[in-house]
């Protein structure tokens, strides 16, 4: 196994950027009702507040004459209202499971499962802000925002040293209410927080989708005989002379695992995606990109 390598958040950034390049930006669509309202630079399609010319409509009873606009109107019989768009930007948070778990690489010519997390959520956080979205980052309690200063900010949150604890916990407390959200970890902790967390976030109006990361080796398990098991903090460990007994053992409990990830999404109306170290990240982009803009 091998650690991170050590990288500074522009080098992060700019991997992640190399990736998004790929997409068209990202225009999130606000929640209907607890949508996140901006009067931001980009439209809803919909008369509201917003500050761009929409369209005209003809004037009906009970209209404010203010409203009227009288050139148009001038070029008829009829009287027209013109109207602007209702602008709204999204908030989307996220949380990368920053747990000694996510240091985890079966081998030198893949990345640990944390480097693609924070690789991933780096590149969607671009395509948000070119979208002109705002996003967030849920360890740090880093509220939503957008800009070249909150990616670089994100950028650094996410290079900073991983905990002390060996599984991440999600937290949706600081999610704001009708946000939207990524957790991407390989989940391999106690299942009930993050079974609590999405629960808790889905009665705030909270949609969103759950990236699990792995390495192969995770899922192959391609060890037998004299083996030893521990976690990357060495607190627990397990030396067995039989790995490959504890193979078909090992491979249900994960698919239990995965299964009860996709249970818990389909409950609450959120996605998953099983991703592998060793596949491209673009492909994952790709998804949570479709995810995200069909969260609503």
Known sequence: ?????????????????????????????????????????HGRRRAGMGDEFWQYRPAVAGDPHRLIDWRRSARGDEQFVRQKEWQAAQSVMFWVDDALSMTFAGGDDRPTKGHRARVLALALCVLLNRGGERFGLANRGTPPRRGEGQ????????????????????????????????????????????????TRATDRGVKG??????????????????????????????ETLKAGNLRDAYLKRLADRKAHLQDLCRATGWRYLCHHTDAGALRALMWAYRALDHAL
């Not at 080098?11 to 901006?38: D, I, K, M, Q, Y």
């Not at 390989?186 to 927080?193: A, C, K, L, R, T």
């Not at 030893?228 to 060495?234: A, I, L, P, Y």
């Open 1 to 41: 196994m091998n650690q991170d390598p050590a990288i500074n958040p522009a080098g992060l950034r700019h991997r992640a950027e190399a990736h998004a390049n790929a997409f068209p930006a990202l225009l999130a669509e606000a929640e209907h009702l607890a949508a996140t309202v901006l009067l931001g630079d």
């Open 151 to 198: 990616l670089s900010r994100i950028a650094g949150h996410l290079m900073a040293l991983p905990g002390e604890s060996d599984y991440g916990t999600p937290n949706a407390r600081v999610l704001p209410a009708g946000s939207r959200a990524v957790f991407l970890s390989d989940f391999f902790g106690d299942p009930q927080p993050v079974s609590d967390a999405l």
């Open 209 to 238: 989708a759950l990236i699990q990361i792995l390495d192969p080796d995770e899922e192959a398990f391609p060890y037998d005989g004299r083996t030893v098991f521990e976690t990357m903090s060495g607190k627990t460990r397990f």
